[in-house]
Protein backbone atom coordinates (compact mmCIF):
# COMPACT_ATOMS: atom_id res chain seq x y z
CA UNK A 1 0.00 0.00 0.00
CA UNK A 2 1.29 3.08 -0.63
CA UNK A 3 2.34 5.54 2.04
CA UNK A 4 -0.38 8.72 2.82
CA UNK A 5 0.84 12.15 1.54
CA UNK A 6 -1.59 13.44 4.50
CA UNK A 7 -1.95 11.27 7.53
CA UNK A 8 -3.62 14.56 9.47
CA UNK A 9 -6.50 16.55 8.30
CA UNK A 10 -7.04 19.78 10.16
CA UNK A 11 -10.82 20.81 9.44
CA UNK A 12 -12.55 24.37 10.86
CA UNK A 13 -16.12 23.98 11.71
CA UNK A 14 -18.22 27.25 10.82
CA UNK A 15 -18.38 27.93 7.36
CA UNK A 16 -15.90 24.68 6.55
CA UNK A 17 -17.14 21.41 7.62
CA UNK A 18 -20.14 22.51 8.85
CA UNK A 19 -23.70 23.98 6.67
CA UNK A 20 -24.66 27.03 7.56
CA UNK A 21 -27.96 25.04 9.56
CA UNK A 22 -25.24 23.57 11.81
CA UNK A 23 -24.98 19.89 10.41
CA UNK A 24 -22.55 17.61 8.79
CA UNK A 25 -23.54 16.52 5.46
CA UNK A 26 -23.77 12.60 4.87
CA UNK A 27 -21.31 12.67 2.18
CA UNK A 28 -18.50 14.64 4.24
CA UNK A 29 -19.10 11.55 7.33
CA UNK A 30 -18.46 9.16 4.79
CA UNK A 31 -15.75 11.03 3.42
CA UNK A 32 -13.99 11.55 7.03
CA UNK A 33 -14.97 7.89 7.85
CA UNK A 34 -12.60 6.94 4.57
CA UNK A 35 -9.82 9.01 5.87
CA UNK A 36 -10.11 7.34 8.73
CA UNK A 37 -10.59 4.15 7.32
CA UNK A 38 -6.98 4.56 5.26
CA UNK A 39 -4.85 5.49 8.75
CA UNK A 40 -5.50 9.55 8.69
CA UNK A 41 -5.96 11.39 11.63
CA UNK A 42 -9.27 14.24 11.86
CA UNK A 43 -8.67 17.21 14.00
CA UNK A 44 -11.25 19.52 14.39
CA UNK A 45 -9.76 22.87 15.04
CA UNK A 46 -11.69 25.71 15.73
CA UNK A 47 -12.65 28.99 17.72
CA UNK A 48 -15.50 27.64 19.09
CA UNK A 49 -14.62 26.83 23.19
CA UNK A 50 -14.64 23.02 24.09
CA UNK A 51 -18.40 23.23 25.74
CA UNK A 52 -20.28 24.56 22.44
CA UNK A 53 -18.17 21.23 20.37
CA UNK A 54 -19.68 18.06 22.35
CA UNK A 55 -22.36 17.19 20.55
CA UNK A 56 -20.67 18.40 17.33
CA UNK A 57 -17.58 15.75 18.16
CA UNK A 58 -20.26 13.27 18.69
CA UNK A 59 -21.63 13.68 15.07
CA UNK A 60 -18.21 13.50 14.07
CA UNK A 61 -17.68 9.62 15.80
CA UNK A 62 -14.48 11.43 17.75
CA UNK A 63 -13.05 10.75 21.02
CA UNK A 64 -10.05 12.02 20.39
CA UNK A 65 -8.66 15.31 20.60
CA UNK A 66 -9.63 18.25 19.64
CA UNK A 67 -8.21 22.07 18.98
CA UNK A 68 -10.90 24.56 20.31
CA UNK A 69 -10.97 28.37 21.38
CA UNK A 70 -8.91 29.48 18.26
CA UNK A 71 -5.90 27.49 19.78
CA UNK A 72 -6.23 28.29 23.45
CA UNK A 73 -7.59 24.63 23.97
CA UNK A 74 -6.59 21.24 23.66
CA UNK A 75 -9.79 19.13 24.25
CA UNK A 76 -9.68 15.37 24.69
CA UNK A 77 -13.54 14.42 23.71
CA UNK A 78 -12.82 10.79 25.58
CA UNK A 79 -11.99 11.75 29.03
CA UNK A 80 -13.92 15.74 28.49
CA UNK A 81 -10.88 17.19 30.19
CA UNK A 82 -9.03 20.23 28.26
CA UNK A 83 -5.45 18.60 28.45
CA UNK A 84 -4.18 22.03 27.69
CA UNK A 85 -5.79 25.82 27.91
CA UNK A 86 -4.33 29.45 28.11
CA UNK A 87 -6.56 32.11 29.79
CA UNK A 88 -7.11 35.91 28.69
CA UNK A 89 -5.77 38.24 31.63
CA UNK A 90 -9.32 39.90 32.30
CA UNK A 91 -7.17 42.96 33.27
CA UNK A 92 -5.59 42.96 29.93
CA UNK A 93 -9.01 42.39 27.92
CA UNK A 94 -10.61 45.01 29.83
CA UNK A 95 -7.72 47.60 28.92
CA UNK A 96 -7.80 46.23 25.50
CA UNK A 97 -11.46 46.68 25.26
CA UNK A 98 -11.17 50.11 26.10
CA UNK A 99 -7.89 51.08 23.87
CA UNK A 100 -10.85 50.14 20.81
CA UNK A 101 -13.65 52.17 22.29
CA UNK A 102 -11.55 55.14 22.63
CA UNK A 103 -10.66 54.15 18.68
CA UNK A 104 -14.12 53.46 17.39
CA UNK A 105 -16.67 54.17 20.14
CA UNK A 106 -18.85 51.72 21.49
CA UNK A 107 -18.75 48.25 20.89
CA UNK A 108 -20.85 45.45 22.17
CA UNK A 109 -18.64 42.28 23.66
CA UNK A 110 -19.14 38.80 24.90
CA UNK A 111 -16.52 36.19 26.80
CA UNK A 112 -16.20 32.50 26.06
CA UNK A 113 -15.58 31.46 29.99
CA UNK A 114 -12.45 28.94 30.31
CA UNK A 115 -13.04 25.30 31.44
CA UNK A 116 -15.25 22.08 30.44
CA UNK A 117 -18.27 23.70 31.58
CA UNK A 118 -17.47 27.05 30.73
CA UNK A 119 -20.31 29.87 29.75
CA UNK A 120 -21.06 32.36 27.20
CA UNK A 121 -21.74 35.58 28.72
CA UNK A 122 -23.16 38.36 26.12
CA UNK A 123 -23.33 42.40 27.92
CA UNK A 124 -26.36 44.21 26.50
CA UNK A 125 -26.25 44.95 22.63
CA UNK A 126 -24.21 41.99 21.63
CA UNK A 127 -25.83 39.48 19.43
CA UNK A 128 -24.93 36.07 19.11
CA UNK A 129 -23.81 35.32 15.45
CA UNK A 130 -25.14 31.78 15.65
CA UNK A 131 -28.23 31.56 17.25
CA UNK A 132 -28.03 28.34 18.31
CA UNK A 133 -24.74 28.60 20.30
CA UNK A 134 -26.06 28.94 23.83
CA UNK A 135 -25.54 31.95 25.35
CA UNK A 136 -26.34 33.60 29.12
CA UNK A 137 -27.19 38.21 29.01
CA UNK A 138 -25.93 39.62 31.87
CA UNK A 139 -26.56 43.20 32.84
CA UNK A 140 -23.35 44.96 33.22
CA UNK A 141 -20.00 44.59 31.88
CA UNK A 142 -17.88 44.20 34.39
CA UNK A 143 -19.82 40.87 34.98
CA UNK A 144 -18.29 39.61 32.32
CA UNK A 145 -15.24 39.36 34.01
CA UNK A 146 -16.31 37.10 36.83
CA UNK A 147 -14.56 34.01 35.61
CA UNK A 148 -11.79 33.06 33.80
CA UNK A 149 -12.12 33.38 30.27
CA UNK A 150 -10.60 32.09 26.85
CA UNK A 151 -11.75 34.67 24.49
CA UNK A 152 -13.63 38.11 24.36
CA UNK A 153 -16.07 38.60 21.13
CA UNK A 154 -16.37 41.97 19.73
CA UNK A 155 -19.07 43.47 17.71
CA UNK A 156 -19.73 47.09 16.34
CA UNK A 157 -23.11 48.51 15.31
CA UNK A 158 -21.69 50.46 12.48
CA UNK A 159 -18.45 49.30 11.62
CA UNK A 160 -17.53 46.23 9.24
CA UNK A 161 -15.65 42.94 10.52
CA UNK A 162 -12.42 43.70 8.75
CA UNK A 163 -13.18 47.27 9.79
CA UNK A 164 -12.91 46.65 13.39
CA UNK A 165 -10.74 43.70 13.03
CA UNK A 166 -7.69 46.54 11.43
CA UNK A 167 -9.01 48.99 14.31
CA UNK A 168 -8.47 46.54 16.95
CA UNK A 169 -4.99 45.41 15.77
CA UNK A 170 -4.19 48.80 15.60
CA UNK A 171 -4.26 49.95 19.09
CA UNK A 172 -4.43 46.83 21.14
CA UNK A 173 -0.53 45.67 20.10
CA UNK A 174 0.66 43.10 22.54
CA UNK A 175 -2.14 43.07 25.19
CA UNK A 176 -3.91 40.21 22.90
CA UNK A 177 -4.21 38.77 19.65
CA UNK A 178 -7.17 40.35 17.02
CA UNK A 179 -8.72 37.34 14.92
CA UNK A 180 -11.35 37.51 12.83
CA UNK A 181 -13.14 33.91 12.47
CA UNK A 182 -16.99 34.53 10.85
CA UNK A 183 -19.33 36.83 10.16
CA UNK A 184 -19.91 39.18 13.06
CA UNK A 185 -17.06 37.70 14.87
CA UNK A 186 -14.32 39.59 15.88
CA UNK A 187 -12.05 38.36 18.81
CA UNK A 188 -9.40 38.84 21.28
CA UNK A 189 -7.43 35.97 21.92
CA UNK A 190 -4.26 35.28 24.57
CA UNK A 191 -1.32 37.32 23.13
CA UNK A 192 0.32 34.70 20.59
CA UNK A 193 -1.78 32.17 20.37
CA UNK A 194 -3.42 31.05 17.36
CA UNK A 195 -5.17 27.62 15.48
CA UNK A 196 -1.64 26.82 14.96
CA UNK A 197 -0.37 26.74 18.57
CA UNK A 198 -3.20 24.25 19.51
CA UNK A 199 -2.69 22.21 16.11
CA UNK A 200 1.27 22.15 16.56
CA UNK A 201 0.13 20.63 19.78
CA UNK A 202 -2.25 18.14 19.44
CA UNK A 203 0.19 16.94 16.14
CA UNK A 204 3.07 16.41 19.08
CA UNK A 205 0.42 14.86 21.41
CA UNK A 206 -0.42 12.17 18.29
CA UNK A 207 3.04 12.04 16.82
CA UNK A 208 2.66 13.69 14.04
CA UNK A 209 4.24 16.21 12.31
CA UNK A 210 3.36 18.87 9.75
CA UNK A 211 5.10 17.82 6.76
CA UNK A 212 1.71 15.53 6.50
CA UNK A 213 -0.47 18.09 7.30
CA UNK A 214 -3.76 18.88 5.63
CA UNK A 215 -5.95 21.99 6.74
CA UNK A 216 -9.17 23.16 5.80
CA UNK A 217 -10.66 26.91 6.62
CA UNK A 218 -12.60 29.48 5.58
CA UNK A 219 -11.92 32.81 7.27
CA UNK A 220 -8.41 34.75 8.24
CA UNK A 221 -8.15 33.20 11.92
CA UNK A 222 -7.34 30.12 9.60
CA UNK A 223 -4.26 31.53 7.98
CA UNK A 224 -2.16 30.86 11.17
CA UNK A 225 -3.27 27.16 10.58
CA UNK A 226 -2.44 26.97 6.60
CA UNK A 227 0.78 28.45 7.18
CA UNK A 228 1.92 26.07 9.96
CA UNK A 229 0.30 22.41 7.56
CA UNK A 230 1.76 21.42 4.72
CA UNK A 231 -1.58 22.49 2.89
CA UNK A 232 -3.80 24.77 2.95
CA UNK A 233 -7.30 24.38 1.23
CA UNK A 234 -10.08 27.41 1.59
CA UNK A 235 -13.68 26.96 0.43
CA UNK A 236 -15.35 28.75 -2.18
CA UNK A 237 -16.88 30.82 0.01
CA UNK A 238 -13.74 31.78 2.02
CA UNK A 239 -12.72 35.48 3.23
CA UNK A 240 -10.39 36.90 0.23
CA UNK A 241 -7.59 37.11 2.75
CA UNK A 242 -7.74 33.49 3.41
CA UNK A 243 -7.75 32.64 -0.47
CA UNK A 244 -4.67 34.63 -1.21
CA UNK A 245 -2.55 32.22 1.02
CA UNK A 246 -4.32 29.20 0.11
CA UNK A 247 -2.97 26.26 -1.80
CA UNK A 248 -5.88 25.49 -3.33
CA UNK A 249 -9.86 26.51 -3.14
CA UNK A 250 -12.65 23.97 -3.26
CA UNK A 251 -16.08 23.89 -3.67
CA UNK A 252 -17.94 25.98 -0.59
CA UNK A 253 -18.90 24.33 2.73
CA UNK A 254 -22.40 24.08 0.94
CA UNK A 255 -21.26 22.06 -1.84
CA UNK A 256 -19.05 19.31 0.21
CA UNK A 257 -16.19 20.78 -0.37
CA UNK A 258 -14.43 18.92 2.18
CA UNK A 259 -15.05 15.80 0.67
CA UNK A 260 -14.54 16.70 -2.54
CA UNK A 261 -10.94 16.86 -1.50
CA UNK A 262 -10.57 13.61 0.40
CA UNK A 263 -12.46 11.72 -2.28
CA UNK A 264 -9.77 12.59 -4.48
CA UNK A 265 -6.99 11.93 -2.22
CA UNK A 266 -7.98 8.76 -0.03
CA UNK A 267 -9.81 6.60 -2.98
Known amino acids: MAALAYTLIATDLDGTLLRGDDTVSERS ?19 RPAP ?32 WSVTLDRELAETALGKI ?21 IEPGYRMPHAALPAVRVERRDELW ?12 ELSDDELAAAARGVVGPLATVTMSGPGTVELQPCGI ?10 EHLGLGRESALAFGDMPNDIPMFQWAARGIAM ?4 PELKAVADEVTTSNEDDGIAVVLERLFV
Open 29 to 47: LAALARTAAAGARHLVVTG
Open 52 to 83: RVRELLGVLHTTGLAVCGQGAQLYDAGSDRLL
Open 101 to 121: EAEVGEVYAAVDQDGVEGLTL
Open 146 to 157: RAPISKVLLRHP
Open 194 to 203: TKATGLALAA
Open 236 to 239: ANAH
